[in-house]
């Protein structure tokens, strides 16, 4: 059994609980999810659901990227929403991310997310081979 390796990266927030940003296990990369916060501040991103959509998978590449992989590697999304019937805005911003072939996604709306977010986003992503991400 390959070990488990916790990622960690200021480039995102960090956890705001017990868990890790995201943990490498069998060449396979499981993130936590990903608000809309901005790192730098701490804070939700103003604008509703697209912006913080936008933030979110800014997050979630950042952990990505210090776990050695990225975006062309992602294998299944999840997305946590308050209102599905943000779905539309969200998956215009989703597609400026997410290159063909699209990896599998489910997508819930929930009744509510910490901090009161909007959006939640998760991935689990193969590693990159050498020279890829």
């Not at 604008?47 to 990225?70: C, F, K, S, W």
């Not at 699209?102 to 991935?123: K, M």
Request: aromatic share 4%; net charge negative; glycine share 12%.
């Amino acid at each position: 059994m390959s070990p488990r390796m916790p990622v960690q990266t200021d480039a995102a927030p960090g956890a705001i609980g017990p868990y890790s940003q995201a943990i490498v296990s069998g060449g396979l990369v499981f993130t936590a999810g990903q608000l809309g916060t901005d790192p730098a501040t701490g804070e939700l991103v103003e604008g509703g659901t697209a912006a913080q959509a936008e933030q979110a998978l800014r997050n979630l590449e950042a952990v990505l990227d210090a776990a050695g992989t990225g975006f062309g590697n992602a294998l299944k999304v999840t997305i946590f929403l308050a209102d599905i019937a943000d779905m539309p805005e969200v998956n215009e911003v989703y597609l400026r991310h997410m290159m063909p072939p699209l990896p599998a996604r489910t997508t819930v709306a929930v009744r509510g997310l910490p901090r009161g977010g909007l959006i939640e986003i998760e991935c689990i992503a193969q590693l990159a081979e050498r020279g890829e991400a």
